[in-house]
Nanobody
Framework: VQLQAYGGGLVQPGGSLRLSCAAS????????MGWYRQAPGKQRELVAD???????NYEDSVKGRFAISRDNAKNTVYLQMNSLKPVDTAVYYC??????????????WGQGTLVTVSS
C-alpha cells in the first residue's frame, strides 16, 4: 500500500493551501485517514483525521482554519488549510489505517510534503 501526497508549497500568512493524498495498492478498505505534521526540532503531531463514515478530529490550534475530507471511492484524503500562520510551517504527512486484500492490517505513511508559511 502506498500513499502519495501532493499540494505543499510556499504561501504567505493568511493564505490557503489544499493538500491531497491518494492511497493505492492492495486495498480492501481504509478506516482512518489523517494528516500529521513535523516542524523543525519538534515531534510529529496529529493535525486532523477522519473515519470512513466522516467523523473528524482536529488538533486545537487548527480548529476553524483547517478542514479534512475524504473521497472513499478514490481512497483519497484532503486537507484544506486556510488562514495559514508561520507556526503551521512543517512537513505534512498523510497516514492511513488500511485493511489489505489479504485481510491484513497495515498503517501506511506518505512521503511528506513541505508547507512553508512566510512573507
Amino acid at each position: 500500500v502506498q500513499l502519495q501526497a501532493y499540494g505543499g508549497g510556499l504561501v504567505q500568512p493568511g493564505g490557503s493551501l489544499r493538500l491531497s493524498c491518494a492511497a493505492s495498492g492492495s486495498i480492501f478498505g481504509i478506516t482512518v485517514m489523517g494528516w500529521y505534521r513535523q516542524a523543525p526540532g519538534k515531534q510529529r503531531e496529529l493535525v486532523a483525521d477522519i473515519t470512513s463514515s466522516g467523523s473528524t478530529n482536529y488538533e486545537d490550534s487548527v480548529k476553524g482554519r483547517f478542514a479534512i475530507s475524504r473521497d472513499n471511492a478514490k481512497n483519497t484524503v484532503y486537507l484544506q488549510m486556510n488562514s495559514l500562520k508561520p507556526v503551521d510551517t512543517a512537513v505534512y504527512y498523510c497516514n492511513a489505517r488500511v485493511r489489505t486484500t489479504s485481510l491484513a492490517w497495515v498503517t501506511s505513511w506518505g512521503q511528506g510534503t513541505l508547507v512553508t508559511v512566510s512573507s
